[in-house]
């Protein structure tokens, strides 16, 4: 009787550690050298963001900078009265050509 008792307590125990044991197993048969397929974050940024507000310059006098999620900034300039919004590359430091265009033109408030 005592073997039975046995065997069934091991063989509970070792249904309850088989997720545990075969979510290691898994993680450690990883390649380390391989970027992991969810993590899809982009880069950290290169560019500090005063960085960023001075390549944007050029556009107008830079209001507000924000990063964004892609890894870029979002610096706000105002020029004529007018706050655009110019998408600069967060790992060059170059304002994007894309982005950056002129249908996001806002009048300022007086």
Do not use: H
């Amino acid at each position: 009787m005592f073997r039975k008792t046995a065997s069934l307590i091991v063989a509970v125990a070792t249904l309850a550690f088989a997720p545990v044991l075969t979510t290691a197993a898994v993680a450690q048969a990883r390649d380390p050298r391989q970027p992991a397929s969810d993590d899809r974050r982009p880069p950290p940024p290169r560019v500090s963001p005063d960085e960023a507000r001075r390549s944007a310059a050029p556009y107008g006098r830079p209001i507000d900078t924000q990063p964004r999620r892609d890894g870029n900034y979002s610096v706000l300039v105002e020029r004529d009265g007018r706050v655009r919004d110019v998408v600069v590359d967060g790992q060059t430091g170059r304002p994007r050509q894309g982005d950056s265009g002129g249908d996001d033109q806002r009048r300022r408030p007086n």
